[in-house]
C-alpha cells in the first residue's frame, strides 16, 4: 500500500509537470502554411504581410476586376452591355441600371465587400502586432510597413465608403459601415459618413508623418508607386478634401502632389507604346502578373462557339470615338496603340500588348492604376477659384494627352467631366466622379436620371443578419 | 440418522460431487442375523454387496464411483461379521465406512501422513494430448488433477502432456487461456487421454481487453462485444471487419454502390451512427489522403493506433481477438477519439513448446456479380433506338444518311453480333493468401516469426491488390517482468483497372462487336470519316484504353515496432509502458499514354499535340510514435469488495507530408516516368500538403465492485491536442457507470433460471477530432502564383479560432445481458442516446470582419438506437453429439440534426441554386442534393415530391412545398422523402460442430432504408440512347401515347428535354436479405496418416460468400466496379 501511495504521488507530480510542458508541445508549426506569429518573426515578415494586402486586393473581387474594369466602368457606361455577349448581358444588363436587387448583381457586391474588408482585415493583422515587434525593423522600415498600414486602411475604407454611402454631398447622419480597426471575428459598429471620413484622415494624417522619409522615385527597393507611398496619402487626402467639398485645401493638397514633382506628367509625345497606362504617373497602382491575360480575355471574345463573339466587355466603335473620345485623333489616349482593332472589334489597349513581341524589353503591362498625377491636376482645376487658374492645371494634362490648350472660355466642369471619361476609362474612377457630384445623369448611361439611391450599393444581407445591423 | 438427515446428506452429496452415484441396496427380510457366508473366486463388488443384502438387514450406501466395479477379489467369508467384510472389500481403497441404525455408509478414508506420502509414490500415469475444437494441439495448457496441487503439467509444442494420477477416481483438469475449463473423469485401467477445448465464449464474456489494459467483465458496465479471429474468418473471406457487421448491428457497413467489390476501396464504417456533419474530401484533393471518414471508429492493433488501410490488409490468420468499445463508457479511455467507438484488436501470441510451424493457405474464387444488371441486347436496343426515331429525319438527305446507319446496324445485328459488354472487362480472379508462422520458446522467452503473402486480384482485369507482410514478435516474461517486442513490415500495392469504370462497359452498346484482339484493335466501335479526312461522328471503344500502359497504382510501405513492458511489483500493483513508432511511406502514379482516348480530339496539327500524356505523382512520407505509461491497481479488501485503479498518461505525435507533381507529353507509352516528360502540366503547379498532430492525455480510471453484485466504473481523461484552439487545449472527458449482477443474488438464484442476469447503465462524455489539424490557426500562405513586382506576399488563409474545441459527444446508455437455463439461451439488449453537441463547422460572420465565415463549434447532431442480440444453444455439443447454435441480432439508429449553423443553411440554398441552374440552364438531370437540414437524418434523401407521370401527356407531375402542383421541376421545393439508412438491419446465423466438423451459415439483413435508385436515372429515364445501352426498362415501361399509365417519361430527342431533377419517384425501399456466408470446415487431428506426415493439425474448410441477395429494389449495384460472389477454399496444417 505504501508503495503504491508513493507511485502515485510520482505519477500525479509527473503528470502535472507534462501538463505544463505539454502546452508548449501541443503548438504545432505548419510546413505548407506560415501561422501568425511565426509570420511576425521578423521585419521581412511584415514586409511580406504588407504586400499580401495588395495582393488581395488585385482579386477579381477588388481592383483586379469589379472596382476598374468591371461594374464600376459598366456602372460609369465605359461599354455598350447590349452589343456584348450573351453571358455578358445576363450578367451586366443589371449592373448597367443599377439594380442591385438582381441575383446576377448582388453576389458581385457582396464579394467586393467581403474581399474590402478583407484587405483590411490583413492590414489589421499588421497594424495590430507591428508596435510589439518594432524592433526587429531596422531603418525607417518600420515607419514605412506602419505608414503604408495605415494608409492602405485609410484607401481602402475611403473606397468601401464611396460604393457604399451615399455621397458626402448628402450627409445624412446615417450609418453605412464600419471603420474596422481590429482584427477578429467581433464586429465594428457602424459609422456616419463624417466620422468614417474623419477616421479616413486620421489614418492618413498618422500615415502622412510615418512616411515622411518614403523614398518615393528612388533607385533602390521595391517600386514605392505600387504601395501607399508618401504621395499617394497626400494624392488620397487631395480626393478626400475635394469628395468632402473643401476646395481649398483639395487644392492646397494636389498642388502639394503636384509640386513635389517626384511623379510628373509625361511629356506630350512621349512613345507610350511600352507603358500604356502610364506608370510614371501613378502615385498608387497595383501590381497582378496575370492582369493582362484576364483583360484579354475579357475585352475580346469570349465563348469561341458563338456564331457572332463578341467581348464580354465590349464598347462599340461609335461610342469609344464619337461619345467618349469626341473623335480627337491626336489624343495619345484614342490613338494607336491604346486603341487597336483586334479580332474584329476596337479594343482599348490600356492594358494590353498582345500586339508587341512579348520579349519586347521594357513592357511595363501587370499594372492596375489607382491613383495617378494627372488626377491631382483635374481636382486642383476643379477646386481652383477661378478659370485662370484652373486652366493652369487643366491644360498641362491636355497637353501631355496631346490635346490643344483650352482657352479662357472654356467651361471647366464640363471639361473636367470629360477628361475623367477619357482619362480613367475603364479605371473605375469615373463612376466615382458622377457619384461626387451626385449628378443627375450619367453619360451614355440607359438611366436616364439617377436617383439619389442608385449610388449607394447595398449592404450585403450576411452583413445585416451576421454583424447585427 | 432420522430419513431427512439421510435425505439432507444425500442432496449434499448430489450436489457438490457430481460423480458420485448413489447404490441403495435392500437386504433381504427373510435373512436376519448380522454375518454372511460367501466365496467365491475373484467376486464382483455387485456380488458382494447382493450377498451382505441378501444375508443381512442393512443397506449399504456406497459410492460407486469411487470402487471400480472391474475390481475382483478372492471371496472367502464364512460366516464373517459386517466388519470383517467391509475391511476386507475396502482394503487398499482408501475409502473407510461406518454403520449407522441399519445402513452402512462407505466414506473416504482421513487420509494419514503415511498414505499422502504413498499417494505420491503409487501413481498412475497418464498421457495425453489437448487440443482446440478444430483439432489443433494446444501448447502450453495447464493439466492438473483435481484438488491435488502438485500434480501438474503443461502440455509442450505438440499439445503433449503426461501427469500422475493416484487412482482412476482422480479427476484431470485442463485449462488454457481462451478456453473453457475442462474436467476429465478416468475409466478404469486408461492411461491416454485425449483432451479437446471448446473456445470459451464465456472467455470472451470474462474478460474485456480495451487496448489499454483487460477488465472483468463482470463488472464492467461499459459495453463491448469481442469476436475470436476465428470465428470472424468463417463469416467472410474478404477481409476482418466484413464479419464483424454481422455480428454486432452497432458496427454498419455503408454500402458503398459506386466502389462495388473494388480491392482498393476502403470501407466506409459507422458504429451507432455518424456524429459529424463534416463532409469527406473528394478524391484527387491532396487533403483527402489525410482526413478520410471523419466517422470512422479508432481502431487499436495491439494497443496501439492504426490506420483502417492496414486492418483491411492486416493478415487475418494474425488475429486473435476483436473487441468492440461501443459505448461511451467503454470507449472513454480513449479521450479525444472515443465519440466513434473503438475497434481493438489483438493479433496471436506466441505458445511456448518446440518450434512450431503453422501454414495457412486461402483460395478464394471471386466471381463477377451481374444480377444486377438488366441491359438491353443487340436487337431490342436496335428496335428501340428506331422507335425513338434515332434513324429517320425530317431533312431528306439525312432521313437517308440515318438510314444507311440503321441498315448498317441492323445488318451486324442480323449478322448475329451480340456482345456481352459488361463481362469484357471482368475476369473470375482467384485470390492467394499465404501465412507461414512459426513460433516457439519456454515459459520464460517465446518468440514467432510470421510471413504473410496476400494476392487479391480483383474482378475487373487487372485490378489488384497484393500485401506482403512480415513480423517477428519477442516475448519475455521473468514472472515479475514481462517484454514484448513487435516488428511489423508491411508491403502494399494497389492496382487500378486499366479498363476505367465499369460504367462505360454497362454503356456500351451490345450491336457492336468487340473488335480484335479483344478490344485492342481500334480506340472506336463506329467511325464515320468525311471525304476531308475529318472525323465526323465515333463511338469509343472502351476496352482500347486497357491495352494501352494506362496505370494508376498506389502502394505503401510501412514500418512498425511496438514495444511494451510489464512490471508486475506487487500482487496488486502492475506498471506498463508501451512505445510505438511507425514510418510508412506511400506514394501514387496516374499515367495517361498519349494514345489514350481522352486524347483523341487533339490532333497533330493541334499545339497541345505533343503535350498527350499525363502523369501525376504523388509521394506521402509519415512518421508517427507513440508512448504510454500506466500503473494498474487492483485489490480485493476483505470477502467482498473488490478495487481497480488504473492511471498514467499517453502522448502520440504523428507526421506526415504529401506532395504532388504533374506532368504532361509523354512520347512514348512506355516511358511512364516524370524524367521522360516534356514539361510539367500547364498552369498547375507542384501541390504539397503536411500534417503535424500531437496529443497528450491522462487517465484515471476506477472501479469498485461489492461481492461482484454492485459495480461501479468511473474514467476520466484529459486530452491535450494541437488541433485544438490555443485556448482550449485540454478536453477533459470522463464516464461513469453503475451495474448490477441480478444473477448473484440470492432471489434470483433460487429462480434456477438465470445463469447471468445484468444490468448496466453509464454516462459519458466523448470526443472527437477527427479534422484538419491546423484550422484552429491563423495562417499565412505564400500566394506563389501571384507574384506582387518582384515580392511574394503572403497572405491570411482564414481567421483562426483560438476558442475551437473537440466535437463532444454526450452517450447514455441501459444494457441487460441475460443468460438464460444453463446458457443455452443469451440475450443481450441495449439501449443508447447519443447527442453530439460543439459540432464543427463554418459559421457566417459580419463579412465586415474580412472573413465570410470561421470555425466554430456550432450544431448538434442526435443518435439514438437499440441493439438487440440473442444466441441459442439448441444442442449444447455434449460428447460425440453435434453442438448446434443460433443467433441473430437487430440494430436501429435513428440520426436526426438538432441544429446547424447559419453557414450550412446558406450552404443548402447555394447548393439548390446551383442544381436549379444544372436544371434549366445546362439541361442536365439532377440527383438528391447533400444538403443538411434541421429535424432531419444526416442521410435523408431530398427530392421533389412526385404524383407520377401524367397519363395524357407523359409529363411528370410534381407537388410544391405550397401544395399546388406542376411540371416544372423546383430544386428549392426539394423536401425530404425518406432516409437512406435501414431503420433496423443485423445479421443472424447458425453454427454447427461435429466431431470434426464445423459449419457456419450467416446472413444479413435490413430494412427500412431508401435508395434513389439512379438507374432509373440514368438507364431508364434520362437515357442518352444515341451513346448508351439503356435498361430493359427503358424498352417496355416508357410512356408513349396519350393515356399510357407508365412509370417513366416519353423519351425525346430534343437536347434534354428528358432530364428528370430529383424526385421522390425514383426513391424507393431498400429493404434487402444476403446469405453473406457459407463456411464448411473439417479438421483431422487424430487420424493415424496424419499422426505418420508428423502433422499435429490439418484443417480444411470452403466457404462462400455473398450468396444470393433479395432486395425490393432493382439497381444497379457496384456502377464503377461490380460487386463478387466468393468461392473460398481454406487450408491451416501445423507441423
Not at chain 2, 506420502?117 to 492438473?144: C, H, L, Q
Not at chain 2, 511489483?569 to 496516374?590: C, E, I, P, V
Not at chain 2, 481523461?717 to 485556448?727: E, I, M, P, T, V
Amino acid at each position: 500500500m505504501n508503495l503504491f501511495k508513493k507511485v502515485s504521488l510520482l505519477m500525479m507530480l509527473g503528470s502535472g509537470l507534462t501538463l505544463t510542458a505539454c502546452n508548449k508541445w501541443l503548438d504545432v508549426q505548419p510546413k505548407t502554411e506560415l501561422k501568425q506569429e511565426e509570420l511576425f518573426y521578423s521585419e521581412r515578415g511584415f514586409y511580406e504581410a504588407m504586400t499580401g494586402a495588395y495582393v488581395t486586393m488585385t482579386d477579381n473581387a477588388a481592383y483586379g476586376r469589379e472596382l476598374t474594369i468591371g461594374v464600376l466602368s459598366v456602372m460609369a457606361s465605359d461599354y455598350s452591355v447590349t452589343s456584348s455577349s450573351p453571358q455578358a448581358v445576363e450578367f451586366l444588363k443589371y449592373v448597367e441600371v443599377f439594380d442591385y436587387e438582381r441575383n446576377q448583381f448582388k453576389p458581385i457586391i457582396n464579394q467586393i465587400w467581403l474581399n474590402q474588408y478583407n484587405t483590411i482585415a490583413q492590414v489589421n493583422a499588421i497594424l495590430e502586432n507591428i508596435d510589439a515587434k518594432k524592433h526587429l525593423f531596422k531603418g525607417d522600415n518600420y515607419s514605412l510597413v506602419k505608414g503604408e498600414a495605415l494608409a492602405l486602411r485609410a484607401y481602402i475604407h475611403f473606397d468601401l465608403l464611396r460604393l457604399f454611402a451615399p455621397a458626402y454631398a448628402v450627409k445624412d447622419g446615417l450609418k453605412y459601415m464600419p471603420y474596422v480597426t481590429r482584427y477578429g471575428e467581433k464586429p465594428t459598429s457602424f459609422s456616419d459618413i463624417e466620422t468614417i471620413v474623419n477616421a479616413v484622415l486620421k489614418d492618413l494624417n498618422e500615415a502622412e508623418v510615418l512616411l515622411k522619409n518614403d523614398p518615393v522615385g528612388g533607385l533602390v527597393g521595391s517600386d514605392r508607386q505600387l504601395r501607399m507611398n508618401l504621395y499617394a496619402v497626400k494624392g488620397l487626402k487631395a480626393r478626400i478634401y475635394l469628395y468632402k467639398g473643401d476646395k481649398p485645401l483639395a487644392l492646397a493638397t494636389a498642388k502639394e502632389v503636384i509640386d513635389a514633382k517626384k511623379i510628373r506628367l509625361m511629356v506630350s509625345g512621349a512613345n507610350i507604346n511600352l507603358d500604356r497606362t502610364f506608370h510614371a504617373e501613378h502615385l498608387f497602382s497595383l501590381f497582378k502578373e496575370k492582369h493582362e491575360a484576364d483583360v484579354l480575355y475579357w475585352l475580346t471574345v469570349q465563348g469561341s462557339g458563338a456564331a457572332n463573339p463578341t467581348p464580354y466587355y465590349y464598347t462599340i466603335e461609335s461610342k469609344i470615338s464619337g461619345n467618349i473620345f469626341e473623335n480627337q485623333p491626336t489624343d495619345v489616349r484614342f490613338k494607336m496603340p491604346m486603341m487597336m482593332m483586334y479580332l474584329g472589334n476596337l479594343t482599348p489597349h490600356k492594358y494590353l500588348y498582345q500586339d508587341v513581341p512579348s520579349s519586347t524589353p521594357g513592357i511595363r503591362r501587370s499594372y492596375i492604376p489607382l491613383m495617378r498625377i494627372s488626377e491631382m491636376y483635374y481636382i486642383a482645376a476643379e477646386a481652383a477659384p477661378d478659370v485662370t487658374t484652373a486652366l493652369l492645371y487643366l491644360n498641362p494634362v491636355l497637353s501631355s494627352r496631346g490635346l490643344p490648350a483650352l482657352g479662357a472660355t472654356a467651361n471647366i466642369q464640363t471639361e473636367i467631366r470629360k477628361e475623367y471619361r477619357k482619362e480613367f476609362f475603364t479605371e473605375g474612377q469615373t463612376f466615382f466622379y458622377y457619384k461626387r457630384l451626385n449628378a443627375a445623369h450619367i453619360d451614355d448611361s440607359p438611366v436616364t436620371v439617377m436617383k439619389p439611391e442608385m449610388y449607394v450599393l447595398p449592404l450585403p444581407e450576411d452583413e445585416k443578419i451576421f454583424g447585427g445591423r | 440418522m432420522n430419513e431427512t438427515d439421510k435425505r439432507k446428506w444425500i442432496m449434499r452429496i448430489n450436489l457438490t460431487t457430481i460423480f458420485l452415484i448413489f447404490t441403495l441396496m435392500q437386504v433381504s427380510a427373510a435373512s436376519f442375523g448380522q454375518r454372511v457366508t460367501f466365496k467365491k473366486q475373484n467376486a464382483t463388488l455387485e456380488n458382494i454387496i447382493r450377498e451382505i443384502r441378501k444375508q443381512t438387514n442393512y443397506d449399504v450406501l456406497i459410492p460407486t464411483a469411487r470402487i471400480s466395479t472391474a475390481v475382483k477379489i478372492n471371496a472367502d467369508f464364512n460366516n464373517a461379521t459386517l466388519d470383517e467384510v467391509m475391511t476386507k472389500v475396502l482394503e487398499g481403497r482408501n475409502l473407510s465406512y461406518t454403520m449407522e441404525a441399519n445402513m452402512i455408509i462407505v466414506k473416504p478414508k482421513e487420509k494419514s501422513v503415511v498414505d499422502k506420502v504413498m499417494d505420491y509414490f503409487v501413481a498412475i500415469e497418464i498421457k495425453g494430448k489437448v487440443t482446440d475444437e478444430d483439432g489443433n494441439p494446444i501448447p502450453g495448457a495447464s493439466v492438473r488433477v483435481k484438488g491435488a496441487a502438485t500434480r501438474a503439467a503443461v502440455t509442450n509444442s505438440n499439445g503433449e502432456f503426461k501427469i500422475t494420477v493416484k487412482d482412476y477416481q482422480d479427476i484431470i483438469l485442463v485449462s488454457y487461456v481462451g478456453y473453457n475449463t475442462r474436467e476429465v473423469k478416468l475409466k478404469e485401467g486408461q492411461t491416454t487421454v485425449n483432451v479437446r477445448l471448446e473456445m470459451s465464449e464465456n472467455k470472451m464474456k470474462d474478460v474485456v481487453i480495451t487496448g489499454i489494459s483487460e477488465r472483468k467483465k463482470e463488472i464492467y458496465t461499459g459495453s463491448s462485444t469481442t469476436f475470436s479471429g476465428k470465428d470472424l474468418m468463417k463469416l467472410s473471406s474478404s477481409n476482418i471487419l466484413q464479419g464483424l457487421g454481422l455480428l454486432d448491428p452497432s458496427f454498419r457497413i455503408i454500402d458503398n454502390n459506386l466502389a462495388g467489390s473494388d480491392p482498393n476501396a476502403m470501407p466506409n464504417i459507422e458504429i451507432r451512427g455518424s456524429n459529424t456533419l463534416a463532409e469527406n474530401y473528394p478524391q484527387g484533393d491532396l487533403r483527402s489522403s489525410f482526413y478520410g471518414n471523419p466517422n470512422l471508429p479508432l481502431f487499436i492493433l495491439d494497443g496501439f493506433e492504426t490506420s483502417l488501410e492496414r486492418i483491411i490488409d492486416l493478415d487475418m490468420n494474425r488475429i486473435e481477438s476483436l473487441t468492440l468499445l461501443k459505448d461511451g463508457s467503454a470507449a472513454a479511455i480513449y479521450g479525444t477519439r472515443s465519440a466513434n467507438g473503438v475497434v481493438v484488436i489483438v493479433t496471436k501470441s506466441p505458445a511456448a513448446g518446440k518450434l512450431r510451424a503453422t501454414y495457412a493457405l486461402s483460395s478464394n474464387l471471386v466471381i463477377p456479380d451481374l444480377r444486377d444488371y438488366r441491359m438491353l441486347d443487340a436487337s431490342r436496343l436496335l428496335e428501340l433506338e428506331q422507335k425513338t426515331g434515332l434513324y429517320s429525319s425530317t431533312v431528306m438527305g439525312e432521313h437517308i444518311n440515318r438510314q444507311d446507319l440503321y441498315n448498317d446496324r441492323l445488318g451486324m445485328v442480323k449478322s448475329g453480333v451480340n456482345s456481352y459488354w459488361l463481362s469484357q472487362p471482368l475476369k473470375t480472379a482467384l485470390e492467394q493468401r499465404h501465412s507461414l508462422n512459426l513460433d516457439g520458446g519456454d515459459q520464460t522467452f517465446k518468440y514467432s516469426i510470421g510471413f504473410g503473402a496476400a494476392g487479391n486480384p480483383g474482378v475487373m482485369k487487372g485490378s489488384s491488390r497484393n500485401t506482403y507482410q512480415g513480423n517477428m514478435l519477442f516475448h519475455y516474461n521473468t514472472g515479475k517482468f514481462l517484454f514484448r517486442n513487435d516488428l511489423q513490415i508491411t508491403n502494399t500495392k494497389g492496382t487500378n483497372s486499366p479498363y476505367g469504370s465499369f460504367e462505360s462497359y454497362a454503356n456500351a452498346k451490345p450491336y457492336f462487336a468487340i473488335p480484335a484482339n479483344n478490344g485492342a484493335e481500334s480506340p472506336f466501335l463506329y467511325e464515320n470519316v468525311s471525304s476531308a479526312g475529318q472525323r465526323t461522328a465515333y463511338v469509343i471503344n472502351p476496352l482500347y484504353d486497357a491495352h494501352l500502359n494506362t496505370q494508376s497504382v498506389s502502394q505503401y510501405t510501412e514500418i512498425v515496432n511496438n514495444f511494451s513492458a510489464e512490471w508486475n511489483a506487487t500482487g496488486n500493483l502492475r506498471f506498463r509502458a508501451t512505445a510505438g513508432f511507425s514510418k510508412r511511406m506511400a506514394d501514387g502514379k496516374q499515367f495517361f499514354p498519349a494514345d489514350h482516348s481522352r486524347y483523341l480530339n487533339v490532333l497533330p496539327s493541334m499545339a497541345d499535340y505533343s503535350l498527350r500524356g499525363d502523369l501525376s505523382v504523388s509521394n506521402t512520407k509519415s512518421t508517427g510514435y507513440e508512448g504510454t505509461l500506466y500503473a494498474i491497481y487492483s485489490k480485493m479488501l476483505g470477502q467482498k469488495h473488490s478495487l481497480y485503479f488504473q492511471s498514467g498518461f499517453n502522448i502520440k505525435e504523428s507526421v506526415s507530408n504529401v506532395s504532388l507533381v504533374e506532368a504532361q507529353g509523354f512520347p512514348n507509352p512506355k516511358l511512364a516516368d516524370l524524367a521522360f516528360a516534356k514539361q510539367y502540366a500547364k498552369n498547375a503547379r507542384p501541390e504539397g500538403l503536411d500534417n503535424t498532430s500531437r496529443l497528450a492525455g491522462l487517465l484515471a480510471v476506477f472501479n469498485y465492485a461489492y461481492d461482484s453484485k454492485y459495480f461501479a466504473d468511473l474514467s476520466f481523461k484529459l486530452d491535450g491536442s494541437s488541433q485544438f484552439g490555443a485556448n482550449e487545449k485540454f478536453a477533459p472527458i470522463w464516464s461513469a457507470g453503475l451495474g448490477w449482477n441480478a444473477h448473484r443474488e440470492e432471489f434470483i438464484k433460487n429462480l434456477d433460471v438465470f445463469s447471468m442476469l445484468r444490468l448496466t447503465s453509464a454516462i459519458a462524455e466523448t470526443a472527437s477530432q477527427n479534422f484538419a489539424p491546423y484550422q484552429a490557426m491563423t495562417k499565412y500562405i505564400y500566394q506563389t502564383d501571384k507574384i506582387y513586382d518582384a515580392d511574394f506576399g503572403s497572405v491570411i488563409l482564414g481567421l483562426g479560432n483560438s476558442n475551437l474545441k473537440w466535437q463532444t459527444t454526450r452517450q447514455k446508455k441501459v444494457a441487460l445481458d441475460m443468460g438464460l437455463f444453463k446458457s443455452r439461451v443469451s440475450i443481450n439488449a441495449e439501449y443508447y442516446w447519443k447527442n453530439t453537441s460543439n459540432l464543427l463547422q463554418n459559421v457566417t460572420l459580419a463579412p465586415s470582419t474580412g472573413f465570410s465565415s470561421f470555425m466554430d463549434n456550432i450544431g448538434e447532431v442526435r443518435n439514438n438506437g437499440y441493439e438487440i442480440r440473442v444466441n441459442l444453444v439448441l444442442m449444447p455439443g455434449a460428447k460425440e453429439q453435434p453442438r448446434v447454435t443460433v443467433w441473430g441480432n437487430i440494430g436501429a439508429n435513428e440520426n436526426k440534426i438538432v441544429k446547424i449553423s447559419d453557414a450550412m443553411k446558406q450552404r443548402n440554398k447555394t447548393i439548390l441554386d446551383a442544381m436549379q441552374s444544372v436544371y434549366d440552364i445546362d439541361r442536365l438531370s439532377t440527383m438528391p442534393p447533400n444538403i443538411f437540414t434541421e429535424g432531419s437524418s444526416r442521410s435523408a434523401i431530398y427530392a421533389l415530391p412526385s404524383l407520377g407521370i401524367d397519363p395524357a401527356t407523359g409529363r411528370e407531375i410534381f407537388v410544391y412545398r405550397d401544395g399546388t402542383i406542376g411540371n416544372d421541376w423546383r430544386a428549392a421545393d426539394q423536401v425530404v422523402i425518406a432516409d437512406e439508412r435501414a431503420r433496423i438491419s443485423g445479421g443472424f446465423g447458425a453454427t454447427f460442430n461435429y466431431k470434426g466438423w464445423d459449419a457456419v451459415v450467416a446472413g444479413s439483413y435490413s430494412r427500412g432504408g431508401y435508395a434513389y435508385n439512379f438507374t432509373l436515372r440514368s438507364k431508364v429515364e434520362d437515357i442518352d440512347i444515341r451513346n448508351n445501352n439503356v435498361d430493359e426498362r427503358a424498352y417496355y415501361d416508357k410512356w408513349a401515347n396519350p393515356g399510357d399509365e407508365a412509370k417513366y417519361s416519353a423519351h425525346s430527342f430534343v437536347n434534354g428535354s428528358t432530364r428528370v431533377g430529383s424526385t421522390s419517384r425514383f426513391v424507393q425501399k431498400n429493404n434487402y436479405l444476403t446469405i453473406s456466408a457459407i463456411t464448411l470446415g473439417y479438421s483431422l487431428n487424430q487420424n493415424e496418416l496424419i499422426k505418420r506426415l508428423k502433422i499435429q493439425n490439418l484443417r480444411f474448410s470452403v466457404s462462400m460468400n455473398e450468396l444470393a441477395r433479395f432486395s425490393t429494389i432493382a439497381i444497379e449495384r457496384g456502377t464503377q466496379y461490380p460487386f463478387a460472389q466468393r468461392i473460398s477454399f481454406g487450408a491451416n496444417v501445423t507441423f
